[in-house]
């Protein structure tokens, strides 16, 4: 297995570890309750270095992105970034990820860890001359999170460029830290107010500890990815593999207000009947009204009927109760509704509810 360069780390903090996309990541430090509540409550710290990272550079590289993507390129500019996702012909979804225009020809690409070589393959694959040069990153880059209410606070006390009054959210800025660059971005996936910061590898172990060091007064903890998949799934927020695959498009994973762009691009046409017409599935949210948790992969039934699945379940620690993402038959089920999770054959009661349950709090 891949280690990040923070794995010295993990192991001196007591984390316990496990394999993630081929690599050995922390999955808790304390407990995922604990992690999770203290990010919501105070601020957490992520290892996310095993995210993939493009460079896309060159005269017709936002020409290149926006036959790729649903989403308007021109939307962004120069330190701007936004989520978008690469789409195949049939409309489903090859990778969600992050794009951040560093110029107006220079382009940085955040991807999921289990994608990044279908990814690299499939934008090479489509751009045999356009002249624009696909540079994979990921290896000399290294990524870390904070996220939480006092991350500002906790930022300013690093980097005294950032806070909330020196950047706004979905943007990004450069500065540097004993010599090394470093990018920091008011974005994040957790549902808090929070930054990810991008890094040489040879900078992320100093960048770690000074963070840590500086969020102590502050509360900050690391942060597992146990508790990052609870973050993310309070708020709604899809993960690749899960709400979204290559047989799941971004309309159906609720992500329809992704696809924006006039543009010609791959899978506009299914994309654009989806939208106006409506998908076949839709992503529900909900909420156990019985005990029990709702886990990745049980059937869920309404008057007897299955109508879907489970795509993300876990339990709660904000709302102490079974949440759940299920991809259902469209119109099937509206908010207040009832429905039922097979847990081991025994139907449980659920209701559905507005996506997300954790509105962002920033």
């Not at 017709?60 to 195949?88: F, H, W």
Request: aromatic share 8%; hydrophobic share 40%; proline share 5%.
């Amino acid at each position: 297995m891949k280690h990040t360069a923070l794995h010295s780390e993990h192991i001196r903090l007591g984390a316990k570890m496990v394999e993630f996309s081929g690599w050995e990541m922390p999955v808790l430090y304390s407990s995922i309750i604990e992690e999770h509540n203290a990010t919501r409550e105070r601020a957490g710290i992520f290892d996310i270095c095993h995210m993939g990272e493009f460079i896309v550079k060159g005269p017709n590289a936002a020409s290149l992105l926006s036959g790729l993507i649903p989403t308007d390129i021109n939307r962004l500019e120069p330190s701007k970034a936004m989520y978008s996702c690469l789409v195949n012909e049939r409309g489903g979804t090859v990778d969600d990820l992050f794009i951040y225009m560093r110029d107006v020809d220079d382009f940085f690409l955040v991807v999921n860890a289990s994608r990044k070589d279908t990814d690299l393959a499939w934008m090479r694959g489509h751009a045999p001359s356009s002249g624009v040069e696909i540079v994979d990153v990921s290896d000399e880059t290294a990524k870390i999170d904070v996220q939480g209410p006092m991350s500002p606070d906790i930022m300013k006390a690093v980097f005294p460029d950032a806070g909330s009054e020196g950047l706004r959210r979905f943007y990004s800025l450069e500065t540097t830290l004993d010599g090394e660059t470093v990018m920091l971005s008011m974005t994040g996936y957790t549902g808090e107010r929070g930054y990810e910061l991008y890094m040489p590898v040879s900078a992320s172990v100093s960048v770690w500890n000074r963070l840590l060091d500086a969020g102590k007064p502050f509360g900050l903890v690391p942060v597992g990815l146990g508790a990052r998949d609870t973050l993310r799934l309070e708020a709604g927020y899809s993960l690749y593999g899960h709400e979204l695959t290559e047989e799941i498009s971004p309309v159906e994973a609720g992500l329809g207000w992704l696809v924006n762009s006039k543009d010609s691009h791959i899978g506009r046409d299914v994309l654009t009947s989806q939208k106006e017409r409506g998908a076949p599935r839709e992503i529900v949210c909900l909420r156990m009204r019985d005990r029990g948790v709702p886990r990745d992969g049980y059937p869920v039934a309404r008057d007897g009927e299955e109508i879907g699945v489970i795509t993300s379940g876990g339990f709660s620690p904000t709302f102490k109760v079974g949440i759940a993402l299920a991809l259902v038959k469209r119109g099937s089920v509206g908010v207040g509704e009832r429905l039922s999770v097979m847990m081991r054959g025994r139907p449980r009661d659920a209701e559905i509810v507005p996506r997300p349950l954790y509105a962002y709090n920033g």
